[in-house]
Structures are given as structure tokens and as C-alpha cells.
């Protein structure tokens, strides 16, 4: 195998132990042992192990006991039994308290590997079932929209799809750049691996480094168990890295490095990954300007824009408005609402308006309206836009009736005065507010801590 694994042998005989170890370590592998079962958790307690091959028979803590107390301990280590033919029963026992195989003994190296490469296998698989039951949970919906400027989106993605460059999405908030990447995704030869997103802006800095590039158990408080990064979890698939410019700029140096070098160490690991994937990223900034404001970095920019998609705003694509209402309505109108159909008026509303949180706002407003209209159709009166407000919170004072002073406690009066307006139109949904203020939610959620402590504690 090409892949080195760290496997703990565990067996009370020390010639067998040392057998093993020399087979194990003859195919590349990193060799732990031990005599008996508490050591073993001992040594697992203190390093990472891919792969537990036991005994059954042991002094202190048996095989069996072993793998109750790692189960009990959410230990999801794959464990491979090694037993006489005398023992087969004891085996199959092991199995069911949750060993993946045994082996009989006595067996040659290709018996051990074949087995070790199964078992590792099915690790890895049932590792991806849990990430992509996670995502159907999330679920996620096609595009939808057949003007003429979506049309060309479309044919980028067709175009780009099979490829492996990277591609930076621009688009404001709410204009579907995540489904965007999944499309591109899906229109790759990757399309049957997993298709893993983080949202940068979403997650604090000192959480999101572990998050991307995972780490070994120890490596830090709280780490009481090792955790696969997005990264690796992501290998041979597509990673997608949602509004990079608010990645910290120590943290884009790491990433550049991966990226060029297609390896990573887990922290508190000083073992190479090799990497295999394509990197999709995303931004609801100007890339450019991010990177002339300090944002970004331009040597990252400039690895990460190798075919730039810009995803329109709903306010360019007015058209596609009444296909995406009867979408929404079709995604969450409850059994009891058979007529609810937009009508003249209501329909002339939405396309008035300028729609700054995108195709997610009007989503938020459909379901709002549904909720209002019982069985009959869509109104006007079910959709409280105020298209003043949507492109203008707050109107500045007048310059002339403004006395010069000191300007940070103007400023910032001014700014909790918008943040309190859009908190409002959004009734209280901070991603909704954040996309009206055009800023992104962390950065919201520190300003709401700034002006009013005892909300954002």
C-alpha cells in the first residue's frame, strides 16, 4: 500500500508481536505495540492509531474488553482480530462488539495487507456516509431562471465543469454561490467524491484553521480526539471555500502553502497528507479591492482566480423572479395552500424592488407570505418591501447641520443607527441584516457586541 497507516499490534507474545511488527513495517507502515489491552488504550490515549490489529486471549484487559471500553469511549478505530482456529468463536464475538475482521492464524503478509486495506477502506467510506448525510440534511436546490444573463452563467459552468482550475464565484450575498460551486462540481469527473464547503466568514479564526486542516488528539485543549480536516475530507473531491476574504491573513499564508504543495500536517502532526483536490473559492467583495484593503492576499488572489465567475444579482434578472417564486413555492407552501399564485399587483411589487439580499431574500419573503396568505393568492399585502429602504437604511444627516467635532462618536452612532434599521427590515435575522448592510455576518456580530454588549455576549 502507498499510504503509511499507524497500526497498534497488541498481542501477549512477544515473538508474535515482533512478527508482526516486521510484516507491518516491510509494507511502510508505522508500528505501535503492546502486551495487552490497557496499554493499548494507553498508547491510543497519547497517539494517533489508523488501525488496532489484537488478540483475543490477554492478561489484564482481553480483546474483548478492549473493544467495549473503545467503543464506550466513541474510539471508532477500526480494530482487525487475530486468532487460532481454535478460537473462531471468540472472533465472531469480536465482530459483534465491533471489530471490522479477523484473521486465523497462521497467515502470510498479502492475507494481513488484503485485510488491512479493506478495513481501512471501509473506514474511509463510512467516514464519507456521515459527511454526506450531514449534507442532505442541509439539502440544496437547482438553478432556476432562464434569462438571458443566467444562460451565460450556465454555459461558464458547462465549460469550466470538466476541468481541474480553480475558479474564484464573486457575487453578493444571496446570489446562490455555493450552489454555483456545486455545479461546477457536478459537471466534473469528480462528481461521484464529496463536494465540501466551510464558510470562512462563519467560523471564528482560532477554530477555522483546525476546521480546514484537522489535528491530532492533544494537539490543544479540547482536543480529545484526533479530527479529519476539510481538507482531507474533501481528497479527490472538491473543496469549496466560502467568502475567502475573510479568512485572517496568517491563515492564507497556510492555505497558499497547501495549495502549492498539495500537502498538509494536522496540527500537532508532523505527518504529510498528499492532497487531490480542486479548490473552489468565493467572495461577495471586489477580489481586487480586498486585496488592495489588506483583505486577501494577492499572491492567494492570484492562485485561487484562475477563471473568475461573477454570479448577477437579482436585481440585474428581474425576469426570472416570477419562476423563482413559484419555486419557492413549491419548496415550502404547506399541503392547505392550493392557490397561491402571485397576483397582478404583488408581481409588479417584486420586480420594483432591488432585492439587496438576493435570491435568499426573496426565498425568506415567499415563505413569510405563505405563512400570511392561508389558501388564497400571493397580494402586494404579504410582501412588506419598502423599496426606498432596500437600497438607502438610513439617510445621512445634511452636512450643513452637522457640527465639526470629533468624528469617531458620529460615526459610530451613525453606524449602530443603520445596524438597528436593518436588524428591523430583516425582522431580527442577522444574516438578512448583514446582507442589507453589505457586510459579512462575523463582522455584524462583532458590532452588535461593540454598541450593545449584553445582546451579543
Not at 499564508?253 to 498539495?262: F, G, H, M, T, Y
Not at 470629533?406 to 459610530?412: Q, S
Request: a negative charge; glycine letters at 6%; proline letters at 5%.
Amino acid at each position: 500500500m502507498n499510504k503509511q497507516n499507524y497500526i497498534l499490534v497488541i498481542d501477549d507474545e512477544p515473538h508474535m508481536r515482533r512478527v508482526l511488527e516486521i510484516m507491518l513495517r516491510q509494507a511502510g507502515h508505522k508500528v505501535f505495540s503492546a502486551s495487552d489491552g490497557q496499554e493499548a488504550l494507553e498508547l491510543m490515549h497519547a497517539n494517533r492509531i489508523d488501525l488496532v490489529i489484537t488478540d483475543m486471549r490477554m492478561p489484564r484487559m482481553d480483546g474483548i474488553e478492549l473493544l467495549t471500553r473503545m467503543r464506550a469511549e466513541d474510539n471508532q478505530t477500526p480494530v482487525i482480530v487475530v486468532t487460532a482456529h481454535g478460537s473462531i468463536e471468540s472472533a465472531v464475538d469480536a465482530m459483534r462488539h465491533g471489530a471490522s475482521d479477523y484473521i486465523l492464524r497462521p497467515f502470510d503478509l498479502e492475507t494481513l495487507e488484503l485485510s488491512i486495506s479493506r478495513v481501512l477502506k471501509e473506514a474511509e467510506v463510512a467516514l464519507q456516509n456521515d459527511f454526506l448525510r450531514e449534507e442532505l440534511g442541509r439539502g440544496w436546490d437547482a438553478f432556476v431562471g432562464g434569462s438571458e444573463i443566467m444562460q451565460s452563467v450556465y454555459n461558464l459552468i458547462r465549460q469550466v465543469g470538466p476541468t481541474k482550475t480553480s475558479v474564484m464565484i464573486i457575487g453578493e450575498t444571496g446570489t446562490g454561490k455555493e450552489l454555483a460551486a456545486r455545479a461546477i462540481h457536478n459537471a466534473s469527473a469528480r462528481r461521484d467524491k464529496l463536494f465540501v464547503p466551510i464558510n470562512c466568514a462563519a467560523i471564528p479564526a482560532e477554530i477555522l484553521e483546525a476546521e480546514l486542516f484537522g489535528y491530532e488528539k492533544g494537539a490543544f485543549t479540547g482536543a480529545v480526539k484526533e479530527r479529519v480536516g476539510k481538507f482531507e475530507l474533501a481528497n479527490a473531491g472538491t473543496l469549496f471555500l466560502d467568502e475567502i476574504t475573510e479568512m485572517p491573513m496568517q491563515l492564507q499564508a497556510k492555505l497558499l502553502r497547501v495549495l502549492q504543495e498539495s500537502t498538509l500536517e494536522r496540527l500537532g502532526s508532523n505527518r504529510s497528507v498528499t492532497l487531490d483536490q480542486r479548490v473552489i473559492a468565493a467572495t461577495n467583495r471586489n477580489p481586487r479591492e480586498a486585496v488592495q484593503e489588506g483583505r486577501l492576499r494577492e499572491d492567494l488572489f492570484y492562485r485561487l482566480n484562475v477563471f473568475a465567475l461573477e454570479l448577477p444579482p437579482l436585481r440585474r434578472r428581474r425576469e426570472d423572479i416570477p419562476a423563482l417564486v413559484s419555486h419557492f413555492v413549491a419548496k415550502h407552501a404547506p399541503r392547505r395552500v392550493k392557490n397561491a399564485v402571485l397576483d397582478g399587483q404583488a408581481a409588479d411589487k417584486l420586480a420594483a424592488y432591488d432585492w439587496p439580499g438576493n435570491v435568499r431574500e426573496l426565498e425568506n419573503m415567499v415563505e413569510r407570505a405563505l405563512v400570511l396568505c392561508q389558501s388564497g393568492p400571493l397580494e402586494a399585502a404579504h410582501f412588506p418591501l419598502d423599496a426606498g429602504a432596500a437600497s438607502k437604511p438610513d439617510t445621512a444627516p445634511e452636512l450643513a447641520t452637522v457640527t465639526v467635532g470629533p468624528m469617531t462618536p458620529v460615526v459610530e452612532a451613525l453606524e449602530a443607527r443603520m445596524i438597528e434599521l436593518a436588524l428591523a427590515q430583516a425582522e431580527g435575522s442577522k444574516p438578512r441584516a448583514a446582507a442589507l448592510l453589505d457586510i459579512s455576518e462575523r463582522s455584524l456580530w462583532y458590532k452588535i457586541k461593540k454598541y450593545w454588549p449584553k445582546e451579543g455576549a
